[in-house]
């Protein structure tokens, strides 16, 4: 049998021990709540590196007394180590529950809560729009996001054409430009549908939050799932609590709140309403 011997440990430019890593750890869960599993060493290693590299230092101790002190460095710190992946109407089957709950309801204020680069509150928007007939409706979509990079891009709303490559043609026409010369490739968001979207910095692990209530439908999708059970349990009782009885709250797809039954009770696949 041959032993494997990581390469990249032998040629690694900073040390980076157990112990460098259970920091990272650590100070990620003091400041996002997110639970960073063990088989992401290497992610963290070369996603920091970079870090250490850019402000000139020598070592993950270096940095991570860096990031204590300073708010634009641990911003960087978290912006690294999040994962942002999505897609437009990912999980299609809570945008076509939006819609049935749009026609039913007077909806005033929905909000998507780990809004990474946009394409679910841009989605919203869009299912919003189709029930209105019209871009200009009563319905304030709130999204956010802990990641200052994803919010950046998610305002704005440029992204490659293949993105949008699932989407019918005729919403592709509507609610997209596709670029041309050196945008070729590219398509962005029309504007009167960036402007259906208010964005903002907002960390659910934060005490406080800066969204108003009462919602109808909160989208809270694939982000709980970096939480361990306490702040899970923390974030939900505070959303529910800002649901109007009707209200709606959409998981993502490994997210599971059946057992929280005092709280919320299922009504469609990964979707709750806050008990009476
Ligand atoms: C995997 S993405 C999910 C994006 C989208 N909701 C979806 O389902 O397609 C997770 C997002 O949660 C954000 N996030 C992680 N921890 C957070 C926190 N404590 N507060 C707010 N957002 C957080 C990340 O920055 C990332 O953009």
Redesign the pocket.
């Known amino acids: 049998m041959t032993t494997v011997v990581s390469k990249q440990d032998s040629t690694r430019e900073f040390a980076f021990e157990k112990a460098d890593f259970k920091n990272v750890q650590q100070m990620l869960f003091k400041k ?3 639970n960073l599993s063990d088989a992401k060493e290497a992610m963290v290693y070369s996603r920091l590196a970079r870090r250490i590299r850019a402000r000139n230092l020598r070592s993950f101790n270096d940095y991570l007394a860096l990031v204590n002190k300073s708010e634009s460095e641990l911003e960087q710190f978290i912006n690294a180590l ?6 437009f109407f ?2 299609p089957h809570h945008f076509t529950a939006l819609a049935d709950y749009l026609s039913q309801h007077n909806v005033t204020n929905i909000w ?5 680069t946009g ?2 509150p841009y989605s919203i928007a869009m299912v919003v729009a189709e029930a209105y007939g019209s871009f200009k409706t009563q319905v304030k979509i709130i999204a ?4 200052s990079k ?1 919010l950046a891009k998610a305002k704005a709303g440029v992204y490659p054409l293949a993105s949008i490559a699932k989407i019918p043609l005729h919403r592709q026409k509507q609610f997209f430009h596709k670029g041309k010369g050196a945008n070729e490739g590219k398509v962005k968001v029309v504007d009167e549908l960036r402007n259906m979207v208010q964005f903002k910095k ?4 934060d005490a406080k939050w800066d969204v108003k209530g009462p919602l109808d439908v909160i ?1 809270c ?3 709980m799932i ?2 361990d059970k306490p702040t899970q349990l923390k974030v939900l009782q505070k959303m529910v609590g800002m649901l109007k009885p009707s209200g709606l709250y959409m998981a ?1 797809h490994s997210e599971n709140f059946n057992m929280y039954t005092n709280l919320v009770r299922p009504v469609g696949k990964t979707i709750y309403r806050p008990v009476d």
């Open positions: 996002a709540g997110i999040t994962t942002n992946l999505t897609s990912r999980e998507c809560a780990a809004s990474s394409e679910e956010s996001d802990i990641d994803v907002l960390n659910l692990t989208f999708r694939n982000v970096y939480f993502g």
